[in-house]
């Protein structure tokens, strides 16, 4: 019988991967994403969010207001989308078999996309508003078991220190706590994202990646990503799936702070 508690088969890991996301909670996957695949996902989102995209279903397009008033116009006032495993053009990333592949080594074969988001994030406008504070994935999933879920996220350009790549604290997903997330206590720049507090002295890692790898990483792996310093958009399409057999559990009381309702983000409901 295997011994590996966070991955299931040598479907398209081996063993010396399996070991390294056993370990770390994730594993870099160099180029498994096509550049032209990726070119045509860039292309679609700048389409959706230009409107010239007509959905049957809905997919978010989440708008930053901040940045509108700032000129920015199209793509470039677009944060991010989500939920679109709807639109035939995005869902290509969702069932690529060099993504979907390595999802079937950490989670088995019954698999469901259950979250997905192309994020565009936006060059720096205030000192760190850019920043995606450090987190857990699991904190926004209502269904369990726990480790037959797994997020992806692929680099659509190179992504570094410049312009705010993922960071992550290796093997974080080992202590098998979800933390209290909640508004940082200063400097609350960006009321989208709750951030866990106390981990300042943890080492980090920076996930430095080119064009098409991909980062496969557990829900309770503490990651964020860092600002960007860069003059343009970062780019980057993840999303989260989990065994198709995962059931729903009852979050009431679960979380003690609220989200703020202020927000310079508005969200646009594309049908
Ligand atoms: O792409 C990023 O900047 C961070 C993405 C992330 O960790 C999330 O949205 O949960
Ligand atoms: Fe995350």
């Not at 509108?68 to 639109?87: C, E």
Request: proline residues 5%; glycine residues 6%.
């Amino acid at each position: 019988m295997s011994s590996k508690r966070y991955t299931k088969n040598n479907k398209a890991l081996t063993d010396q991967q399996r070991e390294f996301y056993e370990e770390n909670g994730y594993i870099i996957i160099k180029n498994n994403v096509p550049h032209a695949l990726i070119d045509e996902l860039c292309k679609q989102f700048i389409d959706i969010c230009e409107n010239r995209v007509h959905h049957e279903s809905p997919l978010l397009v989440i708008q930053d207001k901040s940045l509108r008033k700032r000129g920015y116009t199209g793509q470039h006032a677009v944060n991010k989308i989500q939920d679109f495993l709807y639109d035939d053009v995005l869902f290509k990333y969702a069932c690529y078999p060099g993504v979907v592949d390595v999802v079937e080594s950490i989670i088995g074969p019954n698999i469901i996309g259950t979250h997905s988001m192309l994020i565009n994030k936006p060059p720096d406008a205030h000192p760190e508003l850019s920043v995606h504070p450090l987190h857990q994935d699991l904190y926004y999933f209502p269904f369990r078991p726990i480790n037959t879920i797994v997020g992806t996220w692929t680099a659509m350009e190179a992504v570094n220190e410049k312009n705010g790549c993922l960071f992550g604290i290796p093997g974080s997903h080992r202590r098998e706590e979800l933390y209290n997330h909640e508004y940082p206590k200063q400097n609350l720049k960006n009321v989208l994202y709750h951030g866990v507090q106390g981990f300042e002295n943890e080492e980090r890692v920076n996930f430095i990646m080119d064009k098409g790898d991909t980062v496969f990483f557990h829900p309770l792996l503490l990651h964020g990503s860092g600002v960007n310093i860069s003059k343009g958009s970062r780019k980057a399409i993840s999303v989260h799936f989990a065994d198709s057999n995962s059931h729903f559990i009852d979050v009431r009381g679960l979380f003690k702070k609220k989200w703020s309702r202020s927000s310079s983000l508005c969200i646009k409901l594309i049908i």
